[in-house]
C-alpha cells in the first residue's frame, strides 16, 4: 500500500524558514507528477507548487521568488524550502503524487495526512 508522508512543519517567525519533506512508501513502480498544496482555515485547498518527474516546476504567484520544491527520484522524496514566510502562509500543507505501482497499472493519486505550518511573531 502506497504512502505519503509530511514531515518539516512546525510554528516560525514572519520572515523565516521551514523546509517540508514528503516520502512516498510501499509499492511504487513510478511517481511521474508531484506537487505542494495547502489549506487555511476556512479556505479551500489550494495549489502552492508542482513538479514532474523530469523536474519541471510550476509555482502560485503567491510563493514565487520565496519557495523552492525539489525531489529526488532515487528516494520517492520531495521538498519545499520556504523562505521569507509570511502570516498568509499559514495552513496546512499537504503533498500529492500521482504515481504507479505496477507496470501493467494506470497512474493513481495518492494525498498525504498533512502537516501544520504556522507564522506568527
Known amino acids: 500500500q502506497v504512502q505519503l508522508v509530511e514531515s518539516g512543519g512546525g510554528l516560525v517567525q514572519p520572515g523565516g524558514s521551514l523546509r517540508l519533506s514528503c516520502v512516498a512508501s510501499g509499492s511504487i513502480f513510478r511517481i511521474n507528477f508531484m506537487g505542494w498544496y495547502r489549506q487555511a482555515p476556512g479556505k479551500q485547498r489550494e495549489v502552492v507548487t508542482t513538479i514532474t518527474s523530469s523536474g519541471f516546476t510550476n509555482y502560485a504567484d503567491s510563493v514565487k521568488g520565496r519557495f523552492t520544491i525539489s525531489r529526488d527520484n532515487a528516494k520517492n522524496t520531495m521538498y519545499l524550502q520556504m523562505n521569507s514566510l509570511k502570516p498568509e502562509d499559514t495552513a496546512v500543507y499537504y503533498c500529492?503524487?500521482?504515481?504507479?505501482?505496477?507496470?501493467?497499472?494506470?497512474?493513481?493519486?495518492?494525498w498525504g495526512q498533512g502537516t501544520q505550518v504556522t507564522v506568527s511573531s
Open positions: 500529492y503524487a500521482d504515481l504507479i505501482e505496477q507496470p501493467s497499472f494506470g497512474s493513481r493519486g495518492y
